[in-house]
């Protein structure tokens, strides 16, 4: 196999020109969601996501209470579409987040929304999908087809989705100038393919792993476990830093790999903390970061090469995991594109 | 080891007198709570918890919009604790879950809510504890010591308690007369020991696992996953039927255990095609359920005894659960009452 035909590798490869096409592009759409929110004077946000999709919710979910201070609180899609018994959203922004637009259970949260009066809003990558035509407001990832089963360049998009949106509603010039250098910093992570590919060796046999990062980074944490899992097959468990200390703790014993995504930022003393706990366990500590000290704590450093702000870092420090999981499925042989029983679309009630 | 001497086996067998003693005990708090409710007007919830207690707001996220059609957000601790960058909460009653009271991020999230003028709530077996001091109303889980650092009558009793407040604020009496059965209900349920015992022998080896449940079970999921976690160290994870097939049904090979927990109620339809996906993949399906046709389905059924209203069977299905977690460290010849690595009280920031 050679990996750089795949279509993971090339979306992979295509997130600086993805992004900067979403910038460029969806001005419009956005300035008029925000529009909307603050003549409605939204109070809370309602998210609905399944997958990947649901790792950016998870973004979503600190980027705007930090930086808009908004309570978000992500749906119970079962309560809307097989319980029929869903909550009174109030004066809400209800957003559906899906690559494709497709799965049922989302598309009833927002049906819903709307038929009680809610401000609705879908990213997605297909505007003319169920999900597209059920919101008022559709926010276009333009990401160009994305035909590996694993989403890579629609998860950075959607980041830099909900990033635009927070930032225009906060009216907040120095986010927007960083977001327009996110291409740039996604271009230069790439570069850390060859190290990766050599690294992922290793974890040839691995048989289970847990990921952390919290904060903005839950996110990460948790898109990466997932790119891992659909592409090789390990079992994978992410974890904020707080929730594993009360409890799963208890499954690390020496060696057990543990990747940890900690790039500067307030929390990154959190994560120093964390990481000698995990070194007095013997735990095998892989490090994602660009701060030097958390660096080397770890048995397997993996140094990011740029530095931005922690609010951004989401839509950088994904890219070395994407690498890894990518590099690990070639390393075992199996099929990048398709794995094992998944489709592109997943439809679920 | 005898394991009818332990905390553990002492503790879980409690459960039954615990919540009688919730349920006589606290009327007059969770009557106090309804009614500042209904005088403020409160329109969301957001609820702050972390390990099994966050299991509990799992659970509260389903009931209370359901049967209360309140729309819940669990929140971001880190937001108030780390970043001080809390959302504005609004008209929300803010509900802090904690067996010990005592997690500084948990009473960050009650003592910020209070100062944005917020109602704020403590579900607590330490009434005196930061986070019953930090809340205006607390609800006392009456649970006694536990003992045993995995807990197990506090997670009953607090999905107890948020059943109680439930079914007061809908002012419910049928769902008041139902929860006066979990006593016995309970009871009838822990006969499964002998069964569970006898089957926990099975797992000896057992590396990995999958604990699926969705709806009002979505929590049982995740509380027997960890409970399986800190007792026994296996990596366990746990997921709604949905979630999982948007990617992590990847990790499926054949033989690959997966508990599925699905009692009668409007979720069993969902559960019975699940099953039917696993059965094709070749998992080892253990299922969890009062329905012969999906005990039918699986390789290990556990035939609950009794059968309950689908909003109260987290607080039988559970059962159980900890029984297998519990008997499953004994068969490995691993401390029940004590895992390694854990302390009865976690604190973090």
Known sequence: MNITQTFLFQEINQQPETISRLISEETTAIHSLV???????????????????????????????AVNRLCVALATPSLFSIYKQAPHIGNALVLGISQSGKSPD?????????????????ITN???????????????LHAGEERSVAATKTYTSELAAIALFSAALANDESMQTALKGAPQFIAQTLNMDAEIARIAERYRYMRACVVIGR???????????????????TVVEPYSSAD???????????????????????????????????????AEVIAISDDQELLSHARIPLQLPVSVPEWLSPLVAIIPGQLFAMHLAAVRDLDPDHPRALHKVTETR
Not at 41 to 52: W, Y
Not at 109 to 122: D, N, P
Not at 222 to 230: N, R, T
């Open 35 to 65: 529009k909307a929110v603050r003549e409605r004077q939204i109070t809370h946000v309602v998210i609905a996501a399944r997958g990947t999709s649901d790792n950016a919710a998870r973004y979503a979910n600190y980027l705007l209470g």
């Open 106 to 122: 989302i598309v009833a949260v927002l049906t819903e929304a709307r038929r009680q009066g809610a401000l609705t809003a879908a």
């Open 126 to 140: 297909f505007p003319r999908s169920d999900l597209g035509l059920a919101a008022e407001h559709v926010i276009d």
């Open 215 to 233: 904060g903005f980074n839950y996110a990460t944490a948790f898109e990466l476990a997932l790119k891992i899992k659909e592409l090789t097959y």
């Open 244 to 282: 594993f200390l009360h409890g799963p703790l208890a499954m690390i014993e020496p060696g057990f790999p543990i990747i940890v995504i900690a790039p500067q930022g307030v929390m990154l003393g959190e994560m120093l903390e964390f990481t000698r706990i995990l070194n007095k366990r013997q």
